[in-house]
Structures are given as structure tokens and as C-alpha cells.
């Protein structure tokens, strides 16, 4: 999978859900109530990666591992989109980091 694939996929996915959003509630969300959305999950990432390391006690023995992995996509999907609705090449961004960071520690 590209990171240009990985792009429109995730905005289909996200119309998909504006279409519910616009049937439940008359409108769709905002920017800001998306990146409300996001930090939701990624404090879920930070809970359930303490869960996954046994230093946070879950309700049952499952293994959080499967929904550690589903809240990482997510939150990176959120971030695609995120990026996306604010004009920014999330792809662009990401190599400018890369890049930033390489150049500071390589």
C-alpha cells in the first residue's frame, strides 16, 4: 500500500462517515470536533499501551493487543485526515519531519 492509496482511502472512509453525521445530527463534523475524535483515541493508545505492558489493570484477561492495534490505525487515519481537511500534504509533512530528524540525529 502507497501512502497516496492509504490517503484516498481514508477520505472515502471519512465521506462515509459525514454522510452519517449529516443523517443523525443535520451536519458534519468540524475540523475541531475531528481533532477532538483524534486526541480521544490517542489517549486510548496511551491506556490501552499501559494495558498492554500489564501496568493498567483491564476489566477482563483479554489481550489489549488487538484494540492497541485498531486504535494505532485509527489515530493514524485521524491524523490523514486531519492534515487533509487543513490543507496540509500529510504525506509532505511526514518527509519533512523524516527529514528534520535525520539531519538532527544522523
Known sequence: ??????VDRSLQIR????????KHHGTEWSVEEDA??????AALVGRLTMA??????T?????P???LM???G???WWLIILAERMDINSEQALEQFLEKKEKQFM
Not at 59 to 63: C, F, G, H
Open 1 to 6: 500500500m502507497n501512502f497516496n492509496e492509504t
Open 15 to 22: 465521506k462515509i462517515y459525514h454522510q452519517l453525521e449529516n
Open 36 to 41: 477532538l475524535a483524534f486526541l480521544t483515541d
Open 52 to 57: 498492554h505492558q500489564e501496568r493498567w489493570p
Open 59 to 63: 476489566a477482563t484477561a483479554i489481550d
Open 65 to 67: 493487543k488487538p484494540e
Open 70 to 72: 485498531h486504535k494505532i
Open 74 to 76: 485509527e489515530s493514524i
